[in-house]
């Protein structure tokens, strides 16, 4: 579904990426782990339309997409939930996520997939009129995923979703990207949180310093001792 080669991304004269490969299946729920600094966040971005790649190819459903202009990649079938949700906090919750559908093809859909949204997320049916500021952290986060779902992508980016969220919080968290990725939805999720997005995860890619350095299924690489020891603070078994 998405072929990503020998990505080269800059911000001026500063390399931000350097070389990046990866691919994302039809359906599958891939992660991509990384310290800070390692270049996730530029990656789901570039990814996403939001920033140019320098030099390399992204293909997306077979269709070269590296040059496409950037408010066309939700028409792609991509949709992003950024870093820091991005919500437009003076506005309702409803009005939120209505903004995810504003194009033709999700807009008929608007009201089923409305409905599916708040079944995913059942706390936010009694805060639809609310105003997205007044809502918790984990509100805002369901809110912006919910927003990027109202436009029926068939990839999700997701950009370190349990940024800032209680424990319990993200444990359902990661239940509801399970479930989105069950009904159907690629989706690349980003995340510093190693354990649980490895645990969500079939395969995974690691970067570090803007480079891809290990790459498999997620199970094996949490056995790597290297991996365990630098991402999780943990001794081989």
């Keep these: 579904m998405l072929e990503v080669r020998e990505l ?31 270049g996730k966040t530029t990656l789901i971005s570039t990814l996403a339309g939001m920033l140019r790649a320098r030099a390399g190819r992204i293909a997306f ?26 919500l437009f906090t003076g506005m309702s919750v409803r009005d939120n996520l209505e903004l995810g559908s504003y194009l033709p093809g999700s807009r008929v859909q608007r009201m089923h997939t409305l409905e599916q949204v708040l079944a995913l997320f059942p706390a936010l049916v009694t805060k639809l009129p609310h ?11 369901m809110v912006a995923i919910g927003r990027a779902l109202m436009s029926r992508p068939q990839l999700l980016l997701l950009d370190e979703p349990s940024l800032g969220l209680a424990p319990a919080v993200v ?15 690629s989706v690349l999720l980003v995340e510093q949180n190693v354990a649980m997005a490895m645990e969500l995860a079939r395969r995974a890619y690691v970067m570090e310093e803007g480079r891809i350095v290990a790459e498999g299924l997620a199970s094996e690489l949490m056995d ?3 991996i365990r020891k630098a991402y999780l603070g943990l001794e081989a078994h």
Excluded at 171 to 185: K, P, S, Y
């Design 8 to 38: 080269h991304v800059a911000y001026g004269a500063a390399p931000a990426l350097w070389g990046v490969s990866l691919d994302l299946r039809a359906g599958e729920l891939l992660c991509v782990v990384g310290p800070n600094g390692a």
């Design 131 to 141: 105003l997205a500021g007044s809502l918790s952290g984990g509100q805002q986060q």
């Design 224 to 226: 790597r001792p290297e």
């Design 61 to 86: 459903e077979g269709r070269d997409i590296t040059a496409l202009p950037a408010h066309r990649f939700c028409a792609a079938g991509i949709a992003i939930v950024p870093e820091g949700r991005r």
């Design 171 to 185: 444990l359902d968290m990661f239940q509801a990207i399970r479930e989105i990725n069950a009904r159907g939805t």
